[in-house]
T-cell receptor, first 111, second 115 residues
Framework: GEDVEQSLFLSVREGDSSVINCTYT??????LYWYKQEPGAGLQLLTY?????DMKQDQRLTVLLNKKDKHLSLRIADTQTGDSAIYFC???????????FGAGTRLFVKA | DAGVIQSPRHEVTEMGQEVTLRCKPI?????LFWYRQTMMRGLELLIY????????DSGMPEDRFSAKMPNASFSTLKIQPSEPRDSAVYFC?????????????FGPGTRLTVT
């Protein structure tokens, strides 16, 4: 079946690194995503990784993929108060007809 | 581009009333998705369309919910009659067939409150 699981809450201090974890069940997943939802807004794609990659870095963001364990993580370096949001892990297969979203991790950044 | 447009942004209605939510996808996008977000159930896919045709409506909770896409630039989600448990934020999203990453573009959502 298709399922994406992630922890619901994470609290970090400003300037620390945040690591948000996710597991998925569909071994045929081709694309894995992190979406960000700010208060009162819709989801917006933050970053993505193809399933044939192990890591992707984009400025303060690092995505790690362990395909064997079906584990995806998002690391935010030097976390800022503006990073406070809900982060959704998601996956889709080739063709991408629909995307399966996790429940979202609410990140709190304390000043 | 204006992005995905949803209306109204907020809707408050009484139990038993009909509610219609509207969505205008990004021009050129031929996939359209309706989601519901609640604290209890997270983000749920209700239905999605491809080229105006409903492809998968298995997420529609019950017969009180219906969705249409009469043309490429407009879709509606209707709840009739509405119940308090329908209170949620409803999102519309669209994406093109190509694009490589299958990124979905979300609207700002409609916050529905049924009293």
């Amino acid at each position: 079946g298709e399922d994406v699981e992630q922890s619901l809450f994470l609290s970090v201090r400003e300037g620390d690194s945040s690591v948000i974890n996710c597991t998925y069940t569909d071994s045929s997943s081709t694309y894995l995503y992190w979406y960000k939802q700010e208060p009162g807004a819709g989801l917006q794609l933050l970053t993505y990784i193809f399933s044939n990659m192990d890591m992707k870095q984009d400025q303060r963001l690092t995505v790690l993929l362990n395909k064997k364990d079906k584990h995806l993580s998002l690391r935010i370096a030097d976390t800022q108060t503006g990073d406070s949001a809900i982060y959704f892990c998601a996956e889709s297969r080739a063709g991408g007809f629909k995307t399966i979203f996790g429940a979202g991790t609410r990140l709190f950044v304390k000043a | 581009d204006a992005g995905v447009i949803q209306s109204p942004r907020h809707e408050v209605t009484e139990m038993g009333q009909e509610v219609t939510l509207r969505c205008k996808p990004i021009s050129g996008h031929d996939y359209l998705f309706w989601y519901r977000q609640t604290m209890m159930r997270g983000l749920e896919l209700l239905i999605y369309f491809n080229n105006n045709v409903p492809i998968d409506d298995s997420g529609m909770p019950e017969d009180r919910f219906s969705a249409k896409m009469p043309n490429a630039s407009f879709s509606t989600l209707k709840i009739q009659p509405s119940e308090p448990r329908d209170s949620a934020v409803y999102f519309c999203a669209s994406r093109p067939t190509g694009g490589g990453t299958y990124e979905q573009y979300f609207g700002p959502g409609t916050r529905l409150t049924v009293t």
